[in-house]
């Protein structure tokens, strides 16, 4: 009898010991993102302001392309994460509905849905449309006069034209099948160079370089790469395209238990301008800059971290 009461304290510290490792563990924030040059960058800077917020941040930055970092969030595998307004439309299977061309409606129905039915909360996104665009250099842009119906009519006019885009750029109905549709023209297997990844950085440098014959890159609204190339997006002047606002999207159940992490994330996300999201991605894309110190010089620069 003498042993039972050391052995039975000893027991319950290693089970208290056991229980306060389990919640250290689920008070961790795990921020992931998607495997592209914005996402790291945002992904970065989400895990830096919330670390200054005295949050412990867990990181799975560059996780994998949206059906991945998606099914994480869903699974409690992941608590927050950079997402795009305009992948409502798939997520919900709206891809149909105009009210996606408008940033207002298009975050407010988002928000309504993935709270509703995934119990997910999008915080304030940044004023900068992502969207899928097609790049040419200056000379062809010119003669283009800078518009997608531009393109189209050289198209239809016989005018050679390559376009190295991703698969699901040249699959996804709200993407090329969407711009051609709108303009009245259509790519054959030969105009295309489908690469399997989405990153633009490729598609871009092809269309610059030239590279296997190709003039035109898919390229995103907020491309750091477009300027450094001497490359210009085209203007889709009968708003084919969705509009793509980067937000943060967090569990309902990690906001419950930090609110605070609305409170950080709104001002910083708001003063990502599509210019200045265009400039930083630049940093990484064509400069080689690490996104992780790209995103701590900025948040530096505008007094989000000391």
Avoid at 171 to 191: K, S, V
């Amino acid at each position: 009898m003498g042993h039972a009461m050391p052995v039975r304290s000893a027991l319950l510290s290693v089970v208290l010991a056991a229980v306060l490792a389990g919640s250290a563990r689920a008070d961790t924030v795990t921020v992931g993102s998607k495997i592209d040059t914005e996402g790291a960058l945002l992904g970065n800077i989400i895990a830096l302001v919330l670390k200054e917020g005295g949050l412990a941040v867990e990181s799975r930055i560059g996780l994998g392309p949206t059906s991945i970092v998606r099914s994480a969030i869903l699974a409690g595998q992941i608590d927050i994460y950079p997402e795009y307004t305009g992948n409502g439309a798939r997520f919900f299977a709206m891809e149909g509905d105009p009210l996606w061309k408008n940033a207002a409606e298009g975050y407010a129905t988002v928000r309504r849905l993935d709270r509703a039915r995934n119990a997910l909360v999008w915080l304030a996104p940044a004023p900068a449309d992502n969207t899928w665009a097609i790049a040419v250099n200056k000379a062809l842009a010119a003669r283009l006069h800078g518009t997608l119906a531009g393109l189209a009519h050289y198209v239809r006019e016989g005018g050679k034209l390559r376009l190295a885009a991703s698969a699901e750029f040249v699959e996804n109905p709200l993407g090329l099948p969407a711009i051609e549709a709108a303009y009245h023209f259509t790519l054959t297997q030969d105009q295309l160079l489908v690469l399997a990844g989405g990153d633009t950085a490729a598609t871009i440098r092809a269309a610059a370089e030239g590279i296997s014959g190709v003039n035109a890159g898919m390229a995103y609204g907020t491309d750091g790469a477009l300027a450094a190339l001497g490359m210009v997006a085209l203007a889709d002047d009968r708003g084919a395209g969705i509009v793509y606002e980067p937000a943060p999207v967090v569990r309902q159940a990690t906001l419950a238990a930090h609110p605070e992490i609305a409170t950080l994330l709104d001002p910083v996300f708001r003063s990502l301008t599509l210019e200045r999201l265009q400039r930083l991605n630049a940093a990484i894309a064509v400069d080689g800059s690490d996104a992780k110190t790209v995103a701590q010089h900025y948040l530096v620069a505008q007094g989000f971290l000391k």
